[in-house]
């Protein structure tokens, strides 16, 4: 991946805290913009060409929730948002709008670039020819195919984020295997979960919504309380 032609966004209010993620990134061979407001923010993200965002919540105008819904709304390049917001409510709702990562801060510089890169890479894997698999899965009415990355219920289609679409492949791929929240996140984030296991969490629950006639009872994506997940064949 060459860095030097990666453009990140940020968007962030306190600019002491915005122009030390972009030193860090800039010495790491990126291209940064600034901006210190959700309006603009959003704008530019619509009509500019970045390849991933920073997003902070709490902005003057549009607030980072909102940024960040109309953003995934028409594109799917990733997301992160970092934010003082402790609550896990403040990070399941972020995550549940289609960020692919949250941070709490503070955080090191030197992590948010490496999360900032691990996911540039799985983007890139992802959009490039040599995609996951070719072969496409069929069970009990789902389909998936990774090829075209397109999952159809029935002869309905829906419309998964990229990490949604990771993780139910991922799954679907290892039937009958329980996996870990821990092991997930390593999976489909290329990262250690560092704790932050609610992301697998948020992302189950998205799916279920999607592919489960009852959510409550799934057929395909099977809790294993006390360890983690398993999809059912």
């Not at 890479?121 to 070719?134: F, H, P, S, T």
């Amino acid at each position: 991946m060459d860095d030097d032609k990666r453009k990140i966004l940020i968007v962030e209010d306190e600019q002491s805290i915005a122009e030390l993620e972009r030193d860090y990134l800039e010495l790491s061979g990126f291209t940064v913009t600034i901006t210190n407001d959700g309006d603009i923010g959003l704008e530019k993200a619509l009509n500019e060409e970045f390849d991933l965002i920073i997003l902070d919540l709490m902005l003057p105008g549009k607030d980072g929730f909102e940024v960040c819904k109309e953003v995934r709304s028409v594109k799917d390049i990733p997301i992160i948002i970092v934010s003082a917001k402790k609550d896990d409510i403040d990070k399941i709702r972020g995550l549940g709008l289609g960020a692919d990562d949250y941070m709490t801060k503070p955080f090191s510089a030197s992590e948010l670039v490496a999360r900032v890169k691990a996911h540039l890479a799985r983007y890139e894997r992802l959009i490039g020819n040599g995609k996951e698999g070719n072969d496409l899965i069929e069970i009990r009415g789902l389909k998936i195919d990774p090829s075209a990355r397109r999952v159809w219920v029935g002869n309905e289609e829906k419309t998964f984020t990229t990490k949604e679409f990771d993780l139910l492949y991922f799954l679907a791929s290892h039937p009958n295997h329980v996996y870990t929240k821990s092991e997930l996140f390593k999976e489909i984030w290329k990262m250690d979960s560092v704790g932050d296991i609610a992301t697998v969490t948020v992302h189950i629950k998205k799916i279920r919504e999607k592919i489960e006639m009852d959510s409550a009872k799934p057929q395909y994506i099977e809790t294993i309380w006390g360890v983690g997940y398993r999809f059912k064949v």
